[in-house]
Nanobody, 122 residues
Framework: QVKLVESGGGLVQAGGSLRLSCEAS?????????VGWYRQAPGKQRELVAGITSGGRTNVVDSVKGRFTISGDNAKNTVHLQMNSLKFEDTAVYYCNAKGRMSVSGAVYDYWGQGTQVTVSS
């Protein structure tokens, strides 16, 4: 079982920036893998914000496009989410998720971190 640990959350004023990090205790870039950042605001469903594949392809949702950037380091099993021009509506708990198939065994994995709180004051 690989453990994911998020860090970098906090309180920031609107317009500010934060950089979230997701550090994994083992490999998270297996076959057909994607590491994603999700967020969940109070009273709302968890939603995907950005994702990066093992091949380095990235995608962000429209609501954060141009403001958030996801990047990954396969060798260090780390994924970052750079968040700029933060808005009040970005306030949520941000979770890291890694899913895919293990390179050797082919077993499916789906790991979640414990989350990190991001609070944007207006």
């Amino acid at each position: 079982q690989v453990k994911l640990v998020e860090s970098g959350g906090g309180l920031v004023q609107a317009g500010g920036s934060l950089r979230l990090s997701c550090e994994a205790s083992g490999s998270i870039f297996g076959i057909n893998a994607m590491v994603g950042w999700y967020r969940q605001a109070p009273g709302k469903q968890r939603e995907l914000v950005a994702g990066i594949t093992s091949g380095g392809r990235t995608n962000v949702v429209d609501s954060v496009k141009g403001r958030f950037t996801i990047s990954g380091d396969n060798a260090k099993n780390t994924v970052h989410l750079q968040m700029n021009s933060l808005k009040f509506e970005d306030t949520a708990v941000y979770y890291c998720n890694a899913k895919g198939r293990m390179s050797v065994s082919g077993a499916v994995y789906d790991y979640w971190g414990q989350g990190t709180q991001v609070t944007v004051s207006s």
